[in-house]
Every structure is written in C-alpha cells, then in structure tokens.
C-alpha cells in the first residue's frame, strides 16, 4: 500500500455541513479535492460555504495561500442522477487515492456507496466513512476490501476542531490506520486511534454517559436544568453546560446519535428529557427553543447561568458515569489513555482529560459515587467497572496516593515553624502556614520564607517556585500583635527587612507564581505584587488597608501598585484602604488570571510545569531585562536586552532549542 506521500487526490463525498468542511480542510493541505453530491444546487451552495470560511481564515491570517487558489484545488461533482451514481462521479473515484465519505447516516446509503466506490476505485485506495454513529465492519462489508476500510470522524465544523478520530474496522490493516492517521496529521488535526469498532467510539460515548447523567439529574428532581449547567460550567470547567450544549448542537442530533448507539448494543438507560424534547420539535436554538429560550429560530445568546446556582449540585455525581466509560475503553483495549484523555478535551473542549478529573477527585470517591448511584436507580451502567475497583484495593487513588490513572512525582515535605515546603520537581511550592491568624506575616514568617526562597535557588531540580497560603488567606496582612510596642525605628527596619524579601522576590533567579487562595491584603498583597504572575481564587479579596490602622503600605505598596495599576487607581486603593474583589484585581491588571477555588492548585501547577519545560537561563534573562528595564529608561534596558540575547547563544540551552526545532522534538533545556 502506498504511504501518505502518494496521496494526491481524495475524493469528499457528501456536501452538508461536515463533507464541505472535510472538503476545506483538504484543499487547504494542498491535495486536489473531488466534492461530490446529488446536485448542483448543493454543491454550489457548499462552494459558497467553503469560500466564505477561508475568507475568514485568511482575514486572521491563517492561510498560506490565497482563497482563489485553494478553491482552484477543489472540483464539484455530481454524482446521482434517476437515482445511479454518474459516470462522472465514477471518472473522480477513479482518480482519487482516498475517499471520504459524509452523506446521511443511513447504513444502506452508505453501503451502496462503498460497494460502487470499491469498483470504481483504483486498488491503493483507501475508503474512509466519517460516520459518528453507524459500524466501519459492516460498512466495509460491502466492498472487496474491507482492509482498506476506516472510520475517520470528523468534529463539527471540520476546519476549526483539531480532534480526528481515526476507528478500525474488524479487517482493516495496520498500514490503513497508519496512513488514514498519518493524512489526518497533514490536514492539521490531531488523531486519536479507536482500536475497536464500538458503538459511539470514544467522545460519543463519554459524552452520552455525562449527558444522561445530567438529564437524570433534572428527570430526577434533584436540581434543575439552570443548576446542573452551573456546577458543570463553574465546579467543572466546562465551556458550556450540558444542557446549554445540547441545545447549541441540536437535540435531534444527540437523539440520533445515541439512539443508533443504544441499537447496536451500548447499555444505558435513556433519560427520558431528551425524546421528550425532540418528540415535540423543540430541539435548542435552531427552532428557538429547547431547554432553553432563544430570541428566534437560530439566533444564539447564551443562556445567563449564575455561578451561585449550581452551589449544591454534586459535580461529582456528573463526572463519574463518564470516568466509569473511561475505564470501560481502556480496560477493553478500545484506546489508550492518553487517547481517551486527548478525545474529550480536543473534541469536546474539556479542561483536562477523564483521568485527571478522577486523578484529582479520588477514584475511591468515583467508586464510591457510583456504587452510591446504582443502589438509588438500580441502573447497571452504573457497576464500577473492574479496572476502577482494582485501582482502589492496590491504592491507585489518584494524585493524593502519588499514582491513579497516572504516576505524579514524589512530593517531599518540609515543614517549618511558620511554612510548609512542599517539593513536587521540577516545580517548589511555599505554603504560608499560620491559618489560625490567616497567615499573618510576622518576622519569623518572613525569615523562614527568605531561607526557603536562598535554599531552593540553589536547587538544580526545582525550576518554578509558588507560593500559596493554606485556610482561607494567602496572607491578610502584617501580624499586628508582633510589633506591639516596638519603636519607629524598629518599624522602619522592619519594613526594610520585608522590602528586601519582596526584592529577592522580584530579582530571583526562577519565575515566582503566587496562587492567591484567599485574602490577600496589606503587606500579604506586597509579598504578591513582588511575583512575576500572579493567579487568584475567586473567592479571594484584594487591598492596602494599610492606612485604616494609621500608617501606610511599608513593603512596596506605594511603589509597586502604581506600577501595576496606575497613579491614580493605586493612591484610591492605598487612601481609602478598600478591599477589591478578584474579579475586579482581573481588571485592574492587579492579578493576571482568576480561576475557581477548587482548580487555583491545578492552574497554578499547570502554569509552573508549562515554564519548567523552558530553558531556565532564558527564563532568568527575560525576567532581568523586563523587570531591570522597567526601572530605567529605554537606551539602558534595550542595552541590556541585546546583551543577554548575545550571552545567551554562547549557552547550551539554544545549541538544543536549535537542534530540537530542526529536527522537530521537543528539546531538553539543563540550564547550561
């Protein structure tokens, strides 16, 4: 069988909404592109589409090429007439090396069509269905070469959802996955291989157990529609609700898609909401209506979720079913983890995959959740599956046992009087420790947080160190109750001793991420603003009460906030002594990112480990000339600038950077 390379010409059959994308996606890839369909009129109306789109494409910059010249590379086709295929259409299957096939999903239609194709085409070629819901066996029943036959699924709209699911058949060979999987690359996307032709494949049936469990949730009377998509959008971290989404994509497409995947043998125990809402018409925003209310037959605004809403909705009850479906494809050898995980979050745009979410939850808890969920319904779907009870009795529980789904470093830790150190390396966290006095800052507090900051920087194996606060403060402020008594000079050295840490801060030699769990005021807002990022809870609150008590910001504050905020907004804060939310820090600049208490830990270890993989003395330099530049005027910082840009090729980290980037791996910067 020819390779990827020899794949001039693919023929798109079907001009709906998913073949003239596919038909895009491949004429921007380069390869000359046959669109058939049964008329001219589709065909020129999907001409028109395809147009449109890579005029947008090209506005933003995305193409390579002009529109007229990607348009030049796809050809129209007709290719039914009275009800037989054209010669015409036979002629454009003869000359093409790879066909993708998206017409209705009928398997009798789509038989028909693999059965003329299997004829017509030459012997190299490969026919790929982008079937959703039907079985790639018994599509490929109907040609000679059912070992040339793939499922290759496309997301809706092609050109702009990276994820591409490539699904073997019962017969089709190694060498078919690996072309079909090596052309989805050069289309741009991402592949996932489906080892086993199963009902739904690997997003269609996650999402199916994640959807029902949230129409349940509603059928059961135990939160309504608007709650269960707040704790999905809020607790989990979902772009939209579920609810919100099965209005947004068509009720009626869910409805077909689960119904033919509950026909070909996938156990589950339909929530009844969703027949009801297709079985009267209302099927989301293209009739106006569906669990939600829209202005007019599809006209789009997105339904207003308050976050407060979905307060007491159980976001694990929500998750679980589809951890348990996870299990379910890796326990089947149906798809590795790393491809279940990849599925969920490039096709339905999840924040992290399924096993992180059970990773990060507990599986005990998963399984206990579910176990909790079959004994109220009596459903069996909800059966832990085996994977996951074997997980829990050799204590596989996740990140807090070191090892679930996934293995996570050893985390070692120090705990001091004041701090706790917690070593998760490459990455260091600093936990401020006195809850009780929501972390006040004392002069104890401060020493063991400079000793700390000195010790780790001479680590090799720590590159990004965070500091976070444990209870409900990252600091509140000053311990007040230290300096009882104590004489204005003693102040003024103390505020020198605190200044000279938040400068250690600002000029260490490692990026510094403050994960701002809570209140965040007085000299502990000081101690953040010295950080080079800054990422806040949303419960956290915000200011310089400083001068409530009588005396002024004394570690930076009336330094260090104008800079961030401005003259003007900072003397406001520092005069009136407000406390600001963290939704208006985002605003102000003050904070750099606003994230969900329960997800500040992960988007903070996320962030650190993404600047881990950077070269460390790169890191070190672009820290210097912006924060050294920012001080001076522009000749001095573009002086400096071009100085550590030319010290910096005489290090090994490029002489890696270099050889990674033309050699196409991902480089392994030492710092040196």
Known sequence: MPGVEDIKRIAVVGAGTMGHGIAEVAAIAGFEVYLADISEEILRNALEKIRWSLSKLSEKGQLRESVDAIMARIKPVVNLRD??????????????????????????????????????????????????????????????????????????PPPLMPLVEIIRGAKTSDETVRVTFELAK?????????????????????????????????????????????????????????????????????????????????????????????????????????FYQYPAPGKYVRPSIPKEAGEKVDHVRLIAPAVNEAAWLLRNEVATLEDIDKAVMLGLGWPKGVSDFADEIGVDVIVETLRKLKEETGFEEYEPDPLLVKMVEEG???????????????????????????????????????????????????????????????????????????????????????????????????SRRFQELTLKIEYYTKPVIMALNGYTLGGGLELAMSGDIRIASETAMLGQPEINLGFIPGAGGTQRLPRIVGRSKAKELIFTGDMIPASEALKLGLVDKVVPPERLEQEARALALKLAEKPPLALMAAKYAVNYGMETNIWAGLAL?????????????????VTAFLTKRKPKFKGR
């Open 83 to 156: 009800g037989e295929y054209t010669e015409e259409f036979r002629r454009a299957l003869s000359e093409s090396d790879f066909m993708i096939e998206a017409i209705p999903e009928r398997l009798d239609l789509k038989q028909k069509l693999f059965a003329f194709a299997d004829e017509a085409m030459p012997e190299h070629a490969i026919l790929a269905t982008n079937t959703s819901s039907l079985p790639i066996t018994e599509i490929a029943a109907a040609t000679k070469r059912p070992e040339k036959v793939v499922g290759m699924h496309f997301f809706n």
């Open 186 to 290: 050069r289309f741009g996307k991402q592949p996932v291989v489906v080892k086993k032709d199963v009902p739904g494949f690997i997003v269609n049936r996650i999402l199916a157990r994640f959807l029902n469990e949230a129409c349940w949730t509603v059928a059961r009377g135990q939160a309504s529609i608007v709650e269960v998509d707040s704790a999905v959008r809020y607790k989990l971290g979902f772009p939209m609700g579920a609810f919100e989404l099965a209005d947004y994509s068509g009720i009626d497409v869910f409805y077909y898609v689960f119904t033919a995947m509950l026909e070909r043998g996938f156990k589950i125990t339909p929530c009844p909401l969703f027949k009801e809402k297709f079985e009267r018409k209302e099927l989301g925003m293209k009739t106006g209506k569906g």
């Open 396 to 494: 596989r529980l996740g990140r807090k046992a070191g090892k679930g789904f996934k293995e996570y470093r050893p985390v070692e830790e120090i705990k001091k009087e004041t701090i706790l150190i917690r070593l998760e390396k490459p990455i260091a966290w600093i936990v401020l420790n006195r809850p009780n006095k929501l972390n006040a800052l004392s002069p104890k507090l401060l020493r063991e947080l400079g000793e700390a900051l000195d010790e780790l920087e001479e680590r090799d194996d720590v590159r990004v160190v965070i500091i976070t606060g444990s209870g409900r403060a990252f600091s509140a402020g000053a311990d007040v109750t230290a300096f009882a008594g104590i004489t204005p000079i003693q102040a003024a050295v103390f």
């Open 641 to 657: 600038e071009a100085f550590e840009f030319g010290i910096l090729f005489s290090t090994e980290d490029v002489a890696e950077g």
